[in-house]
């Protein structure tokens, strides 16, 4: 089993910043894609950035160049910088993390969740 703690949500205003960080931990083979969703009250959860095991990042159009992730292997930690944040960024963003028990298989795991606030 894998337990994910995801931490550095709050309130700022827009155009100032915030860095969430989300460590994995408990038993497993290796780490592979780690992504950072987010949902808004009354909208579907989307995919906001991805990061692979070889540190190829992806993001969606409405963050590239403002939000960054990047992930510490040795930590087991991925992070998501978010700069210059807007109130439309206001949401719940949770961490998800697909991790190989063993050589043969893969399972995704979710966080809990931190809600970031931006107000105008």
């Known amino acids: 089993q894998v337990q994910l703690v995801e931490s550095g949500g709050g309130e700022v205003q827009a155009g100032g910043s915030l860095r969430l960080s989300c460590t994995a931990s408990g038993s497993f083979y290796s780490i592979n894609d780690m992504r950072w969703y987010r949902q808004a009250p009354g909208l579907q959860r989307e995919l906001v950035a991805a990061?692979?095991?070889?540190?190829?990042?992806y993001y969606i159009d409405s963050v590239q160049g403002r939000f960054t992730i990047s992930r510490d292997n040795s930590k087991n930690t991925v992070y998501l910088q978010m700069n210059s944040l807007k109130p439309e960024d206001t949401a719940v963003y949770y961490c998800?993390?697909?991790?190989?028990?063993?050589?043969?298989?893969?399972?995704?795991?979710w966080g809990q969740g931190t809600q970031v606030t931006v107000s105008s």
């Open positions: 990061i692979t095991s070889r540190d190829s990042p």
């Open positions: 998800n993390v697909n991790v190989s028990p063993n050589y043969y298989s893969d399972v995704d795991y």
